[in-house]
C-alpha cells in the first residue's frame, strides 16, 4: 500500500455501511551514504571513513574487513597496503539493507616510507643497539636483501643467513645486525650496507650506504 489518503467503506452487521478515512503514513525506509566516497592517500597515512544514516540501531559490515580498526562501526579507519574499494551494508531493525562505496587509491612515496639510520652504538645499553630497518608502516613493507660489508669487503651480516628471513619487516631487530662477527664484537667504524625492500605494489628498490659503528 503506497502511502497516502484511503477512502474505506465500513459495513455493518446490518447492513449499514458508511465512509471512513485511512491515512497511510509513508514508511521510515533507511537512507545510507559515505560521507567521503574517495580518498587519494599516501602509503602509511589513514583514511577516515564515515557512512552516515537517517536512523538509529542500525548495524554496519564494511567489506572487505581489512586495514580497518573495527568493520563492524559507522566510522571505520582505513590504513590500507593497495588500493582498495570497501562496500559498506546498513541494516537497519526491520531487517532492510543499504549499500553504499568508497575508493581508496594508494601512492608510495619509496624514500619517505622507511628509514635507514647511519649510526649505531651496540653496547648492550638498550639504546641503538642494533643497526635494522625503520619504517612507519612495517606490515606493508619486506626487506628482500640486507647485507653489511666491513672495510675488508667481508660481509659481516646477511639477511639469508636468518631463520624467517622470507618474511622479513622492518622494525624488527632480529632481522638486523647487533655489531657481532663471529662471536666477537666488530671494529669501530664504517660499514657498507645494501638493503633491497618490496613494496607492496611490488617495487623492489635498493638501498645502498655506510652505517658508523660507534664503540
Ligand atoms: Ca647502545
Not at 608502516?137 to 669487503?153: G, H
Request: with cysteine; aromatic share 14%; net charge negative.
Amino acid at each position: 500500500m503506497s502511502p497516502g489518503t484511503y477512502i474505506v467503506q465500513a459495513e455493518s452487521d446490518e447492513g449499514c455501511k458508511e465512509d471512513t478515512t485511512v491515512y497511510v503514513l509513508p514508511v521510515n525506509e533507511l537512507q545510507l551514504r559515505v560521507e567521503q566516497d574517495y580518498f587519494d592517500i599516501i602509503l602509511g597515512e589513514y583514511a577516515p571513513l564515515s557512512a552516515k544514516v537517517n536512523k538509529t540501531d542500525v548495524e554496519f559490515l564494511w567489506e572487505p574487513g581489512i586495514w580497518l580498526n573495527d568493520p563492524l562501526i559507522a566510522d571505520p579507519v582505513s590504513r590500507p597496503v593497495q588500493s582498495v574499494i570497501y562496500t559498506v551494508t546498513a541494516t537497519d531493525n526491520n531487517g532492510c539493507t543499504k549499500t553504499d562505496t568508497v575508493r581508496i587509491d594508494i601512492s608510495i612515496d619509496y624514500d619517505a616510507s622507511l628509514f635507514i639510520p647511519n649510526a649505531f652504538t651496540p653496547n648492550n645499553d638498550g639504546v641503538n643497539d642494533v643497526f635494522y630497518v625503520r619504517s612507519n608502516f612495517p606490515e606493508a613493507l619486506r626487506i628482500d636483501y640486507f647485507r653489511i660489508f666491513d672495510k675488508y669487503n667481508e660481509t659481516v651480516f646477511d639477511l639469508a643467513g636468518l631463520e624467517g628471513h622470507e618474511n622479513a619487516v622492518p622494525e624488527d631487530r632480529f632481522f638486523g645486525w647487533d655489531g657481532d662477527f663471529r662471536g666477537e664484537k666488530a671494529e669501530a667504524g664504517s660499514y657498507r650496507f645494501t638493503i633491497s625492500v618490496i613494496f607492496p605494489d611490488g617495487i623492489n628498490r635498493t638501498y645502498a650506504g655506510t652505517v658508523q659503528l660507534i664503540r
